[in-house]
């Protein structure tokens, strides 16, 4: 308020205008590789795109390629929002903001500008700002400075079948020693079945009993009695002859016994007497 208010003299001064202004959209056409992604991801749908395949010869050993072929890309910027979103989904860096404005038009419909008005505003992008002084150089930059990696001797490997032995070696020129616990053999023969050492703790030991689904643990039973019984005690063991297994002589004798008597059938009735 306290000072004069200057005017500049447009078109004769040229306003100044930040490097990030969004003036208008330019396009580098060989970076295009007609993926539909900036038309599609417009919110106005603004942006027409036209192409074609062509098929590329096949090289030696190969076959034949088809690729795409820009044929047409306008955009509409009577309809243009100026979103930028286009320009962020780009996978191959094909648009760019410029500060260039000056494309008035007195009728609407020239305001729909094809790919060689595109192109030649790609003269007025400016270069992208420097990194910070501290900041990590360009991941291309670190990979292109990177030396190259010494080539080492590869190790020789015998493949099956092949003559003679192969010994591997290391990089620093040493022969590698043979692992312990194994025998050289002929390259081509495979070691039998016989030969092969035993993995600790293969066998019985590591098999698991598999118990069908819905089997109820057994219940443990009685122990039998590893001492026989003692004389005169009773035994359920079975029949015997001796008087002693059955507790005494006096009790009478059990039918189908051998101690059934000569007058008694196996019935059990007396023999009449002849």
């Not at 030696?60 to 910027?77: K, M, S, T």
Request: hydrophobic share 30%.
């Amino acid at each position: 308020m306290l000072s004069r208010s200057v005017t500049q003299q447009y078109p004769e001064v040229r306003p100044d205008l930040p490097a990030r202004s969004r003036g208008v959209i330019a396009l580098v056409e060989e970076n295009c590789t007609v993926c539909m992604l900036c038309a599609r991801e417009c919110p106005d749908w603004c942006i027409y795109i036209d192409s074609h395949k062509e098929t590329l010869p096949a090289p030696e050993g190969g076959r034949p390629r088809a690729r795409n072929v820009l044929d047409r890309f306008a955009i509409d910027f009577s309809l243009c929002m100026y979103c930028g979103i286009c320009i962020e989904v780009c996978p191959f860096d094909a648009l760019f903001w410029s500060p260039e404005f000056e494309y008035a038009e007195g009728d609407i419909r020239n305001l729909v500008h094809e790919k060689d008005r595109l192109a030649a505003w790609v003269q007025t992008v400016p270069p992208p700002p420097a990194h910070e002084p501290n900041a990590d150089p360009p991941k291309e930059l670190a990979a292109a400075s990177r030396p190259a990696r010494p080539d080492a001797p590869r190790a020789a490997r015998a493949r099956p079948g092949a003559a003679g032995e192969a010994e591997t070696v290391r990089p620093g020129g040493e022969e590698r020693p043979a692992r312990p616990g194994r025998e050289e053999r002929p390259a081509g023969e495979r070691p039998g079945r016989d030969e092969r050492p035993a993995r600790p703790g293969a066998g019985h030991a590591s098999v698991r009993a598999i118990k069908p689904p819905g089997a109820l643990p057994k219940k443990p039973g009685p122990s039998p009695d590893p001492d026989p019984p003692a004389t005169g005690t009773p035994s359920t063991g079975g029949p015997s002859s001796d008087t002693s297994s059955t507790g005494g002589g006096d009790l009478p004798p059990v039918k189908g016994t051998p101690e059934q008597t000569a007058g008694t059938d196996p019935g059990g009735e007396p023999e009449e007497e002849s």
